[in-house]
């Protein structure tokens, strides 16, 4: 059976083996329908750095004292090793997932990495009693081993990957000089994307904070993206007549720490993402579409975080080459990067499933492609595995109502105090040039177009955290003042 109402959560920066390489999760393999166990850890994965060894060890601490590196660079580095060079144009070097506590202790990213004493930090994983929502969901309904992250980099590409089944070349974080040549009208693509795909009024987007990353897409208008606080709400209207739902969590102070919010960044904690899994699921759960309903949690890459295994070979998406004008490193988008959960969730997949077929997030526009008879917007989502048939059932069947409670949040080693990065301190790192564009987009939007030149000069003359933080909090203000009330 098809499902009429589809949900996606994607969270930040998280491995699959950090989060539930632990968990011990037994089920049923999806396809063979014999039991299996998840492909996780054996408690004898290590790597080592300066010739000392350093083993997977839990669980893990709530919030981490560094932002561990992982852009381009730092991922060849974690997977290939101290000494890997990838050259323009590939081939990918050999994968051995050996460079991970080496890129933490020393990163090639301007404030990522560098970590100040405890290097094994990041082959610290969580024990399940940390997570109770997201290993509830897991053992409740399906979970996916092999749910690799788009492309071997950061967050925006990967994003994207989601939205278009393309990253349009762009194969690392942009710098805001990078993002005011190109964007000013937001990122689009050959084949437009998935929301471009379902048209006004099939598609809608929820999100924490006032600027999604999503909203970084041309077409996405942030006086219609709704507070994830009324999510329950809207869904419980029988009405309610989206075909698609996009979700993103509380950033936080992406300008700084990520402090305050719920996206599991690893400057964050893990355990406010995990109420907020747990509050996303008990929306649909509790709403009238709950019976024909899809929920996909995903993450979207590891954010640094160790993983065992290896990333494979990927198909292309085709619609860009080598060289392009986002494409600094001269990526070829023929690997994936490294592993990231994924709970698939519906009354109509059997209890306790385990899917170990290959996924990546091409997967979100291909499973929404063909529930809804829509035409592929790459290659690479036309070769992309759904979800689709994990949903075997006839009719639904009973499921929980409610996930067990999140705990306070636990430290469960000695952390550091978290490195904040000074107000004075480049804009060009991270996300956040793509947080202050998606502000000047709106911002546009917002004003005359009398104020549109100094509008554009201002987000040029933009070069510290400092000044990003106060644009962005400007124009957030004007986003409320403009958001109609509920």
């Known amino acids: 059976m098809a499902p009429t109402h589809i949900f996606v959560l994607m969270l930040e920066n998280r491995s699959f083996d950090h989060l539930l390489g632990y968990a011990g999760l037994t089920g049923v393999d999806a396809v063979t329908g014999k039991p299996t166990t998840i492909d996780g850890l054996t408690g004898e994965e290590s790597n080592s750095y300066l010739g000392q060894p350093y083993g997977v060890t839990q669980p893990a601490p709530e919030t981490m004292p560094i932002d561990p590196g992982h852009e381009f660079l730092d991922v060849l580095k974690q997977l290939c090793g101290e000494t890997a060079v990838y050259p323009p144009g590939g081939p990918y070097p050999p994968i051995d997932n050996s460079g991970f506590v080496a ?47 788009s492309m071997p980099g950061p967050t925006l590409p990967n994003r994207l990957f989601a939205c278009a089944a393309s990253s349009g070349g762009l194969d690392h974080s942009p710098t805001n000089g990078e993002l005011a040549q190109w964007q000013i009208d937001g990122f689009s693509f ?20 006032d600027l999604p990353l999503v909203s970084v897409l041309k077409g996405v208008n942030l006086l219609e993206v709704a507070n994830v606080d009324g999510f329950a709400e809207a869904v419980a209207d029988p009405g309610y007549a989206y075909r698609y ?22 400057l964050d904690g893990i355990t406010p993402g995990d109420a907020l899994v747990k509050a996303t699921y008990e929306a649909i759960r509790r709403s009238p579409h709950w019976p024909t309903s ?7 890459e590891h954010g640094g975080f160790y993983d065992h295994a290896a ?4 198909v292309p998406p ?8 986002h494409n600094k490193y001269g990526f070829t988008f023929d ?24 996924y990546d997030h091409s997967s979100i526009p291909a499973t929404i492609e063909k529930a809804f008879g829509l035409a592929p917007l790459t290659a690479r989502d036309e070769a992309a595995n759904t979800v689709l048939p994990l949903l075997s059932l006839d009719k639904a069947r009973d499921a929980p109502l409610t996930l067990p409670a999140v705990a306070a949040p636990r430290v469960a080693l ?13 804009v060009d790192q991270g996300n956040l040039p793509a947080f202050v564009h998606a502000a000047m987009r709106h911002d546009l939007t917002l004003s005359p177009p009398s104020e549109h030149a100094a509008i554009r000069a201002r987000v040029r003359s933009i070069h510290t955290r400092a000044e990003a933080a106060q644009y962005v909090t400007e124009v957030q203000q004007k986003i409320r003042a403009a958001k109609p009330r509920p």
């Open 103 to 149: 890129d933490y202790a020393s990163s090639p990213s301007p404030d990522e990495g560098d970590a100040p004493d405890d290097y094994g930090a990041i082959m610290r994983c969580c024990a399940p009693g940390q997570l109770p929502a997201l290993t509830s969901l897991a053992r409740n309904f399906a979970v996916c081993d092999h749910w690799q992250a």
């Open 190 to 209: 050959a084949q437009g994307t998935i929301f471009d795909r379902l048209g006004q009024g099939g598609w809608r987007i929820f999100s924490g904070n």
């Open 245 to 266: 739902t996009w979700i993103e969590p509380d950033y936080g102070e992406f300008w700084s720490t990520f402090a305050g919010g719920n996206s599991q960044h690893p």
């Open 294 to 300: 899809l929920l996909i949690v995903t993450w979207d």
């Open 311 to 314: 990333p494979p070979a990927a």
């Open 318 to 325: 085709g619609d860009t080459a080598p060289g392009s004008a």
């Open 335 to 358: 690997r994936y990067g490294v592993r990231v959960p994924a709970i698939i969730v519906s009354p109509l997949i059997p209890e306790n499933t385990i899917d170990h077929r290959l």
């Open 414 to 426: 000695r952390v550091a105090p978290r490195r904040v990065p000074a107000p004075e301190g480049t």
